[in-house]
DNA sequence: TTGTAGGCGTTATCAA
DNA sequence: TTGATAACGCCTACAA
């Protein structure tokens, strides 16, 4: 069935524009070093034949690929969407290609992933976080693969990051939320082990909570995956307990969004039998009933950052790298003073 | 800055493991044609130097790349994350690789992407729907790429397609509307140029209206992108005439979450004081209050089938091809009998 | 401004 | 079971 097709090469360019190969690829890369008459006629015969350059002979003959790769820990829910998005947008300004995998959460799969993107000679690499076995950091440099660490930051580390200070945001919230007169708060966190925005969201809170005189053991935690359907099942679990939470402070939005909906569904209202709370203010926290209070991140800007780093690093340039972005907390009606 | 490292290459495997580069070849794709002895020497050589393959020199070799590149109008909602999470995991299994590229709505982009994704190599593409440029379908047969068309279904066209008929279902969906008592619609469409989904589905609200003897010059409807904000101004303008809609159809999920969320920050209730319905079942259908009736789709199923079609295709077997999926509207509290 | 020719890192076809 | 060696399609000194 599979008929091979001839598939025009830059020789058949070249034959049909009797010039030689060198000469239409100059046509292709360097404009300005041919004289218009031939280009002219180059481009006509590439126009006719359907030419299109082989992107791995390109890629393996020049030795560069103007492609990044960025690795996302999921596609699932929105939370990397919009950062992504913008990523790609100023990548593609710049005319560089993105490819983009994601690693479900597994530091295994995702090690194998970055082997797989530079094996393909991506140029650059867009990580999330900065917890990952020293081996991966040690592969990368070994490679000399310029790589950015973005959705987080760590200012003292040897590492390129974008990101925001999970830690001190979810801190801030905490105070916020026990300011309003909160005293039995209950944490939805999503599992820290191999996530450090999770991981940093948590000590965060654990940081307030001990910071206004109380004990670590009075302080309900469970990790649960970023769904919200295990948001909802943890609500059911933190509720059934004699002393009730006032608020539920979640690691995510999306763990926020399945308590909200399982809370009303059960017949409890948010916020006045009990308040929660979000981190990351996606397109979802804004839809949800009663509106999530959450920390806005601002994702569409970390995105453009992150690409002019990577970019500025792969091509030598001078520039700023690392960057710490401000976040804030966005109030709605999901957290009510007591 | 860049010190070139050196990055090992079959050679310097060879030369380690003292054979020639074709037997490191043979013990990384073939190892059932070399002896154990010297398997392990390649393998030890391999682990010593940290040996990866390159791709491209890979692919260009084999004339194969075992991937399969994606081609989705956007990743910022999450009308394509589950249907695409499963594709990528059946093709994992499969031992294929998945390329994504988002086109952003646009036409000319997606050739483009389309374009990018054969010069990489792609043995095989997933595009969303069938309306596109006729070039475009002359361009993937001369070169012989296998296609797989989703999210749309058109069994008399000469193309693959695994999805569902969204003309159909959109109209059951309306019928069914009618039959709660409504007679006050108002249609909130995607933007149907360059889109056959939302096309289609309008067609079948359309054909619902007519059926049931309307006429379609009753029948308000706006086009607005798929965007939840687009929906939320859209319901402003559609409430602000003499007879208010009774329901208001949307093309989309994440046009009816928006019409819903503005609703009641109107202090409109829905479902007493208006309907509202969206097509695709997303998370965010559940998530808005109230939940949304809607169209539910088999997204992962639907992933699922698309990769054995495209893998099928590929490899030249025998088997399914083209397939149409069922849906069923999905009863949730923003439909109201009247 | 253009052409020649070597090389990029694999795989695959032959022989040995 | 192994080893030479010719592709694969393009880029890029270097020469002309």
Redesign the interface.
């Known amino acids: ?5 001839h ?1 025009p090469t830059l020789d058949d360019v070249a034959k049909v524009a009797a010039v030689s190969t060198a000469t239409v690829s100059r046509c292709l890369n360097e404009k300005q070093k041919v004289s218009a008459k031939t280009l002219a006629k180059v481009l006509e015969a590439v126009e006719s034949l ?1 030419y ?6 390109r ?2 003959a020049a030795k560069q ?1 103007r492609t990044i790769g960025a690795i996302i820990p999921t ?4 939370i990397f ?2 950062g ?2 913008a990523f ?1 947008e100023t990548l593609l300004e710049q005319r560089y ?6 690693s479900a959460y597994q530091p295994k799969l995702e090690a194998q992933q970055i ?2 993107l ?4 991506a140029d650059g690499l867009l990580l999330i976080g900065y917890e990952r076995d020293e081996a991966v950091y040690d ?1 990368l440099a ?3 693969i310029p790589t950015v660490l973005a959705w987080a930051s760590k200012p003292d580390s040897r590492h390129v990051s974008v990101g925001f200070d999970n830690r001190a945001a979810m801190r801030q919230l905490t105070d916020r939320v026990i300011e309003m007169g909160h005293r039995q708060l209950a944490v939805i966190s999503g599992i820290v082990d191999g996530n450090d925005r999770a991981a940093e969201r948590l000590a965060g809170i654990q940081d307030s909570w001990q910071a206004h005189g109380f004990h670590l053991d009075d302080l309900p935690v469970i990790q649960r995956p970023y769904e ?1 359907k295990s948001g909802a099942a943890a609500f059911e679990e933190l509720v059934q307990v004699d002393v009730k939470p006032t608020v539920i402070m979640c690691g995510n939005d999306v763990l926020a ?2 308590v ?2 399982r809370a ?1 569904d059960l017949g409890f209202s948010v916020p006045d039998d009990i308040s929660v709370t979000g981190f990351d203010d996606i ?2 926290a ?4 009663p509106a999530l209070t959450t920390v806005h991140v601002p994702h569409r800007k970390m995105g453009r950052i992150a690409a002019d780093s990577l970019i500025n690093l792969i091509e ?1 340039r001078e520039g700023e790298v690392s960057q710490q972005l401000d976040v804030f907390i966005q109030m709605r009606a999901s957290l009510k003073q007591l």
Chains 1, 2 share one sequence.
């Open positions: 069935m599979h008929e091979t097709p598939i359907g299109t350059p082989n992107f791995n002979a890629a393996m690929s596609m699932e829910n929105a969407a919009r992504l998005q790609q290609n993105l490819l983009v995998s994601s082997r797989e530079v094996a393909r000679g592969y070994r490679r000399g919200t969004a399945g909200v909906s009303r397109e979802l804004k839809h949800v009933y030598d």
